[in-house]
Structure formats: structure tokens, C-alpha cells
């Protein structure tokens, strides 16, 4: 069966010439990056389905580049959720002792690490500041039970750094603490998908 690439997975590719409109970016991407470097798989669509919506991220948080790479071009692929399992050698680090602290704990639906944590451990390269977030994506094809949920929002304010996470239902991402906010109120919760995001009721129904 063909991998199905979603938001947030890192794939590398052989040449900066495989992205679409490489020869319009900035300066930085070709002092910056290189084929060992992965690129970040983001939302977006387009009608030829050989495409892959992906990112190019630099040292700098402003440093990020929207492209397109065809799936020929892919060598090799992570989700985020093996990246859970590699090595945790930043460990001065307060997004990575929180890591390790979530690792700890019993969550039922698959997960993984997202952002510069998630890119860090993929590279070996430090790109976390002290003051960073811990970005996590969990995948929840169906609702988020009330008892995960109650074990994610009682542990959070304990951690060592902020976390950020992204749920990820059939059809798109929202995030654990807006949803938490208004499943029993009125107000919408915003939901990212591939075509734009959307104030939606439900992110699991639309």
C-alpha cells in the first residue's frame, strides 16, 4: 500500500532542485539547507495527488519556506511518532525532560513529537531554546476520550515547559486546549485542514 503523507510527518529528498520554485527562495535555504536535512510536511491540496505539500525550515523561526516535492523524490520518511523512540541526548533541555515526563504516562491513541523538538531528535542537531514549547500531535481517528483527556490537562500545568497539543482527527488538527475550552460551550473550535482552516462545532463531524 502507497504511505499516505500527513501534516507533520519529515521526509528527505536528494536536491534542493526537486522542490518546486527552488530557484525564487531566499538566500538562506541554499547557505542553510542541505540533503541531510529533512523537510516538514504541511496542510495544504492540490488536484495532482503526486505532490506533497512540505516546508523547509532555518535556524531562525522566522526562516520557513513553503514548497512542493513530488513523492519520487522521497528517500525517506518519519511520522512523528517514531520519534518518540530516539535517543533524548538534549537533556539540559525543558522540552525534552517534559518529553520524557509524557513518554511516562499512558496514552492510548498514537502519538509523537512535532516542531524544533521533533526536528532536533530527527537531525541530532539542537534547534530548542530553554524558553521553547514542546509541539505533540496525537492521532484520534475518533473523539478523545473525557479520561485521556483529563490525564493530559491535569498533567500539563506540571511540566516543565508549555506543551502544545495538536489532535489530530480525519479532518484536520485543533488543539487539545481549545477543544477542552469549547466542547461544552457554544463557541467553535478552529480547525486546520489541507484546504484552509475552519470554525467548526465538531472537529471529528463536519
Known amino acids: 500500500m502507497e504511505y499516505q503523507y500527513r501534516a507533520h510527518d519529515l521526509l528527505w529528498i536528494h536536491d534542493l ?6 530557484d525564487m527562495f531566499p ?3 541554499k547557505t542553510q539547507w542541505h540533503r541531510e536535512l529533512p523537510l516538514v510536511v504541511r496542510r495544504d491540496w492540490s ?6 505539500p512540505i516546508g523547509i525550515r532555518g535556524n531562525d523561526r522566522n526562516q520557513r519556506v513553503a514548497s ?12 512523528p511518532e517514531h520519534l518518540i523512540q530516539a535517543p533524548i541526548v538534549f537533556t539540559s533541555y525543558p522540552v ?8 511516562s504516562i499512558s496514552i ?3 502519538w509523537g513529537v512535532t516542531g524544533s523538538c521533533g ?11 530553554q524558553n521553547s514549547d514542546l509541539d505533540i500531535v496525537i492521532r484520534c481517528e475518533i473523539k478523545l476520550t473525557n479520561s485521556l483527556l483529563t490525564i493530559l490537562s491535569d498533567l500539563l500545568p506540571y511540566l516543565p515547559c508549555r506543551v502544545d497539543i495538536q489532535l489530530e482527527t480525519p479532518y484536520g488538527g485543533c488543539s487539545l486546549t481549545e477543544w477542552e475550552q469549547t466542547k461544552n460551550s457554544p463557541k467553535k473550535v478552529l480547525l486546520k485542514t489541507n484546504r484552509g482552516p475552519l470554525l467548526v462545532d465538531d472537529p471529528w463531524h463536519l
Open 17 to 22: 532542485q526537486e522542490m518546486s520554485g527552488y
Open 27 to 29: 538566500p538562506w535555504v
Open 47 to 52: 488536484s495532482d495527488t503526486r505532490l506533497i
Open 68 to 79: 512542493w516535492v513530488h513523492k519520487t523524490s522521497v528517500k525517506r520518511v518519519i511520522p
Open 96 to 103: 525534552f525532560l517534559a518529553l520524557k515526563e509524557l513518554c
Open 108 to 110: 492510548t491513541l498514537p
Open 119 to 129: 526536528y532536533s531528535l530527527a537531525t541530532g542537531i539542537n534547534y530548542v531554546r
